[in-house]
Structures are given as structure tokens and as C-alpha cells.
């Protein structure tokens, strides 16, 4: 794991695509309330 990545530390302010690959900001998101966010590895 990365050294800057702890849990319950702030996230940067990432920008990924939406489902219409429409660029979409994690703060827009959020719209100021806690967001959790959560990576999967590998395929279904």
C-alpha cells in the first residue's frame, strides 16, 4: 500500500469518468458529506 494513502485521510480531489466517460469530480460527488471510495482488482 502507499505510504499516502491511510485510512480516514483526505482524498485528493481525483476527476474520473463518468458512465458516459463524461468527467466527473469526486467534491461534485460528494457535494460536501463523507464519500467512500472503493477499488476492486481483477474481473467479475
Sequence with gaps: MRADL???S???DLELPDHRRRPVRLSTLAN???LIVSFYR???
Excluded: A
Design 6 to 8: 491511510v485510512v480516514g
Design 10 to 12: 483526505r482524498l485528493p
Design 32 to 34: 460536501g458529506y463523507p
Design 42 to 44: 481483477g474481473y467479475w
